[in-house]
């Protein structure tokens, strides 16, 4: 560490203990500020620098328990370890899919449309990137469409940039639509207690009709650029590239990895009445099911096993999430979040439709600033503290969802998607992303989608 970055660490930790100790001042006792002032130091750290992470939080988490603001027992149990697990099984399965061919196997079977144009392409490109996000998660999705895309850019001698935007924009409005697009979805499911059929009904159209709204501001921003792909595509003809795109076949690899997808995805969908019938507790079978399939896989390929546990799993991110989410839920064990929470319903008079929004847009401009899951993991204790109050309902959580994924395509650095596709581009193509290039687009499907989202909720007795 350079002794630029040293200092600004120093700086960046005394903002954040001197925000502790203005709230000790304001209300909070010792160890509210102390575990407040430590999950600012965590949150800024990942904020400003990104790299080091994990440093901050392995630190904060030894100052919380040194200082005994929480003890070891209610800390790990508050590490979210459940949502780990299934995350590494998920990405164990998601492993083996890249693996078997997959992805490029989908992306060319939807390709396969007769005389392809501009217009249909688009179209193609927002449908499978919010299919694939809603199966899998937005990064896996987005890793392989930027693929396809640069591939087919470069065969029509088109700016891939355009469609790699739409693609993300896609993506992360996609992602909210299950419990399996997004960590946050899985987050929110295990502390709100939401099923994989709650998403299904509740969140999947929201996230629909903002893909409709998404649609309609990507082609009148892209218009040119659609314009001049057509030119190109009567220029060039559709068939060869189309021919190189759907010669991959469906090996046996490929055919029972998509049988192990299939059941895990048909047990994830039912988890609930399967529950019910066993007598189990709440989400035992989504989280179980992936480590079911994770397991079996394993010992299927018994060689591949170790690559799949060690590259395939995102080690990094996931014990990043698992100790902020622990920092998170320490706020709400010494009472912190209670005291934000009360002073939150008194500032909005008691308004649950005042509440609403500022979770709503609160999850939405916040999640263009910092990754999505950072905001998430802030408000998490906030809202239970609002339901332990006995201020609150469900349609908060759908608000933090969909504020959180829907205010991540506002700037480049709004949620992992957009990071990993802009990284591709500047690796592969050498297109260096610059800010307007993605920002009045990502504004105005951020900030449209979002008011559409807010006013469903507001007003639809259904969320009620």
Not at 131 to 153: K, Q
Not at 243 to 271: D, N, W, Y
Request: proline share 2%; aromatic share 12%; net charge neutral.
């Amino acid at each position: 560490m350079s002794k630029k970055v040293a200092l600004k660490s120093v700086f960046l930790v005394l903002i954040s203990l001197t925000c502790g100790f203005l709230s000790y001042l304001h209300g909070l006792n010792s160890h509210q500020a102390l575990a407040f002032g430590i999950f600012l130091v965590s949150v800024m750290g990942a904020l400003f620098f990104w790299e080091f992470r994990l440093s901050f939080a392995f630190l904060g988490t030894a100052l919380l328990l040194v200082t005994k603001a929480i003890d070891l027992d209610n800390f790990l149990r508050l590490t979210t370890l459940e949502v780990v697990l299934f995350l590494a099984g998920m990405m164990i399965i998601v492993s083996l899919l890249k693996d078997a061919g997959f992805f490029a196997w989908l992306v060319s079977l939807i390709l396969r449309v007769p005389h392809l144009n501009a217009k249909k392409f688009t179209f193609i490109i927002v449908g499978i990137s919010a299919l694939l996000a809603c199966a899998v998660d937005e990064v896996t999705s987005i890793i392989f469409m930027v693929a396809a895309i640069l591939e087919i850019c470069d065969y029509y001698e088109v700016s891939p940039l355009p469609f790699v935007i739409i693609s993300v924009l896609a993506t992360n409005i996609g992602s909210a639509a299950t419990v399996l697009g997004n960590p946050i979805g899985i987050l929110i499911a295990t502390k709100a207690g939401l099923n994989f059929e709650d998403f299904l009904i509740k969140a999947l159209p929201l996230a629909f009709v903002s893909l409709v709204v998404a649609v309609g501001i990507i082609f009148f921003w892209f218009r040119k650029d659609i314009e001049r792909f057509d030119r190109h595509i009567k220029e060039y003809g559709a068939n060869d590239i189309l021919i190189r795109l759907i010669s991959i076949p469906m090996e046996r690899q490929l055919r029972i990895s998509l049988v192990i997808f299939g059941v895990t995805m048909v047990f994830i969908a039912l988890h609930h009445r399967i529950e019910v019938a066993l007598g189990l507790v709440p989400n035992t079978m989504l989280l179980i099911m992936p480590l079911i399939s994770a397991g079996g896989i394993m010992i299927w390929k018994p060689d591949k096993a170790r690559e799949y546990v060690e590259k395939g799993v995102e080690w990094w991110t996931l014990l990043f999430f698992m100790l902020l989410f622990a920092q998170a839920g320490t706020l709400k064990f010494t009472g912190a979040t209670d005291v934000f929470a009360e002073r939150l319903i008194g500032l909005v008079q008691n308004s649950h439709g005042l509440l609403l929004t500022l979770v709503v847009w609160g999850s939405s401009i916040g999640s263009s600033m910092l990754d999505n899951v950072i905001i998430v993991v802030t408000f998490i204790p906030i809202i239970k503290s609002f339901f332990a109050l006995g201020f609150g309902n469900e349609s908060l959580w759908w608000a933090l969802l969909l504020g959180g994924c829907l205010g991540g395509n506002i700037t480049m650095i709004g949620s992992t998607a957009n990071i990993v596709a802009i990284g591709i581009l500047e690796k592969e193509e050498r297109i260096r992303v610059r800010f307007k290039d993605w920002f009045g687009v990502g504004l105005d499907v951020g900030l449209s989608t979002t008011v559409v989202v807010w006013l469903l909720l507001m007003f639809l007795p259904f969320y009620k």
